[in-house]
């Protein structure tokens, strides 16, 4: 990693802001986890696992694969087997779909060397998707992305043409708690960002970060980890916050928006009113533009439950009339 030297003194206004601006998008979940026995320990928590030896891990990131200017956080070879691990704070449905062609090019760079054309079955190792989401979507401890979600015409068997899934673990206050037990590194990682989510509330997110920072050191969450690396993390966790809070409100408008052209298009259809009513039109208004049920669950901030159990009632008022 090209590391820089950023300004986060604090100043007579306060902490000064580290410039934003940087080659790729870095993370301290990336930072964290780099070091391969922190890899190690969460690898063996997420699989119940107990390897004891970092040197049989091979971290294989691919340094030029970067998306909307975002390094994916970590791969890497464990028992012959492709692990892509990813941090989210933001909810996205379309992991899977990055990772077929993370996956992809990390195939085509392990079996350079093969023919493909030989007669003989190029063996690969066999992948594992995980993302660490620590968002406000409620998932349980867990749910799992599919690939077949994001098919324009769904099959009853993804698994004959194509499929890809992805477990999503939530990391936060009373989630996974064995899984966090079991790997320290991400239960204090974990406590670090909800620490400087705390303090966000209340001051500026320079000075929460700093804060967060200096009570972790303190209270020996992260402490090494943190002393060591203290002026880059304050700049990335920065840098984080603002663009966590920034797609947050991206999303809320455009959830507006699509809240108000639902409600419009409900209307000029001559749809009762009533909150009900409307969601049913929001909802057939997105399944005529051909949208999945995790794109529309997504859009109007609802679970996917809610958006199927909405959808069989409409089905059942089609058969009834």
């Not at 390094?71 to 012959?80: G, H, I, P, R, S």
Request: hydrophobic share 35%.
């Amino acid at each position: 990693m090209n590391h820089r030297n950023h300004d986060t003194s604090p100043g007579h206004n306060g902490p000064a802001k580290p410039a934003a601006r940087r080659d790729y998008k870095d993370s301290v979940f990336r930072m964290l986890f780099r070091d391969r026995t922190n890899l190690l320990s969460l690898y063996n928590a997420v699989n119940q696992t107990s390897y004891t030896d970092p040197e049989e891990l091979a971290v294989i990131t691919l340094e030029n694969a970067v998306y909307m200017n975002m390094k994916n956080d970590v791969a890497f070879l464990m028992d012959f087997r492709l692990n892509l691990y990813e941090h989210q704070s933001t909810w996205n449905p379309n992991m899977p779909l990055r990772n077929l062609f993370y996956a992809a090019k990390e195939y085509q760079t392990l079996t350079r060397d093969q023919s493909l054309y030989a007669p003989q079955l190029v063996k690969i190792p066999t992948p594992n998707f995980v993302v660490f989401y620590n968002g406000d979507k409620e998932i349980g401890d867990s749910c799992v992305l599919k690939i077949s979600d994001s098919f324009e015409h769904p099959t009853e068997d993804p698994g004959l043409e194509l499929e890809l899934k992805v477990k999503v673990l939530k990391i936060a206050p009373g989630k996974n708690k064995e899984l966090m037990d079991t790997c320290q590194t991400l239960k204090e990682y974990m406590l670090f960002v909800e620490r400087v989510r705390l303090h966000a509330k209340t001051m500026a997110v320079q000075a929460a970060v700093h804060r967060a920072v200096t009570e972790c050191i303190r209270e020996g969450i992260l402490s090494d980890f943190l002393s060591k690396n203290q002026s880059e993390v304050i700049a990335v966790s920065i840098f984080e916050y603002d663009e966590e809070r920034e797609l947050a409100l991206m999303r809320k408008a455009i959830a507006s928006e699509a809240r108000k052209e639902g409600i419009a298009e409900g209307r000029n259809a001559g749809h009762k009113e009533g909150r009900e009513d409307e969601i049913k039109s929001l909802i057939r208004t997105k399944l005529q533009k051909r949208k999945s049920i995790s794109q529309i669950a997504d859009e109007l901030e609802r679970d996917e439950e809610t958006i199927k159990r909405v959808i069989r009632g409409m089905e059942c008022e089609v058969r009834q009339g």
